[in-house]
């Protein structure tokens, strides 16, 4: 059975992207049964062509990649989520729907590359990236399958503290 993971973030175009992309991508080589999914409250409705080529540049896919509304994710017929994950300040601090499934939530702040002067972008979404990949490489460790909410919930609440 594939574990779904929502990934969210205010406007989903960089963080929520860069997560969703990664998670999917190591999934993928890892070999897990892991679906990564990313909204945002307020969709911008475009991906920040920074995080897009970070991606690229590191040989991640984005193919149907798209920013969009996280009410696709709480509407009937969407996947049941496992966890939910919050990339952004704001959008941890904002009234999330009802999720299908009541999945296990967390934050896992992270710097908004966006913010970076323009010189320095390419290596804030690289270095923000990376980050990102390795907490999705530590959440692919752990028995998702086999894990109850609250031993899940603490795992991942553990991994946004490293």
């Known amino acids: 059975m594939t574990s779904h993971i929502l990934i ?4 989903n175009s960089a963080r929520s992207v ?28 475009r991906i920040n062509p920074h995080a897009l080529q970070a991606l690229a540049e590191a040989g991640v896919s984005t193919e149907g990649v798209h920013s ?17 994950i919050t990339v952004c300040d704001s ?3 904002e009234t999330c729907p009802y999720w299908p499934g009541s999945p296990v939530r967390v934050h896992w702040g992270y710097p908004d ?3 970076a002067p ?34 899940l919930q603490a795992a991942l609440t553990a991994i946004g503290r490293s």
């Open 91 to 93: 959008a941890a601090a």
């Open 18 to 45: 860069l997560a969703e992309c990664m998670l999917n991508h190591w999934a993928r080589r890892l070999g897990r049964n892991v679906q990564a999914h990313s909204a945002g409250s307020t969709p911008s409705g």
């Open 113 to 115: 590359p966006s913010n």
């Open 118 to 151: 323009e010189a320095d972008k390419p290596r804030a979404f690289e270095l923000t990236r990376q980050a990102i990949g390795y907490r999705m490489l530590q959440l692919l460790q752990l028995p998702l399958e086999t894990l109850d909410d609250r031993a």
């Open 68 to 84: 969009k509304s996280w009410d696709a994710f709480a509407a009937p017929g969407a996947p049941a989520m496992r966890a939910v």
């Open 8 to 11: 969210l973030c205010t406007h």
